[in-house]
């Protein structure tokens, strides 16, 4: 059934930048400092969040009436584990897919605390999505400092200076 659920999240074949209102990338963090009552929750606040309400008339009352959206758990500079591989929310039941995929496995965990690596594994990311967004945003979740990789503040000047918003959790 999980594999069934992962095929039906397989991003749609886009014609050159399917054009959407957002591409949001969720990076999660999963490193050894997160105790499973913390991942839990994050994980459970962004499936929650996605099937709200209130977020989904949002998405529906956009220009395109549609988001384009993907999650992945990082912790070290090498550490990232993609959840939920580009998709597109434009209806609840859309949402309630990428909400059960998030939730589908436990959560993925290693060593080390690399922002600056979740960073740019997420710039990288909309490179390949396939989709172009009116806006581009990162939310970032974290609870420790950068103790591996590059320096945080080059990585964040990089994505800002391509447009792309930093949400820092």
Known sequence: AVVG????????????????DVELVLAVDVS?????????????????????????????DGVHGRIAVTYFEWAGDQSQYMVVPWTIIATAEDARKVADAISANPPNSARRTSISGGLRYAHDLFAESGFRGMKRVI?????????????????????????IVINGL
């Open 32 to 60: 050894l400092s997160m105790s499973f009552d913390e991942l839990r929750i994050q994980r459970d606040g962004y499936a929650a969040a996605l099937t709200h309400r209130q977020v989904l008339d949002a998405i529906r």
């Open 139 to 163: 939310d970032i979740s974290g609870d420790g400092p950068n103790n591996q990789g590059e320096w945080v503040d080059t990585v964040r000047d990089e994505v800002v200076a391509d447009g």
């Open 5 to 20: 659920a992962l095929v039906s999240l397989a991003p749609v074949p886009a014609a050159a930048q399917e054009a959407v």
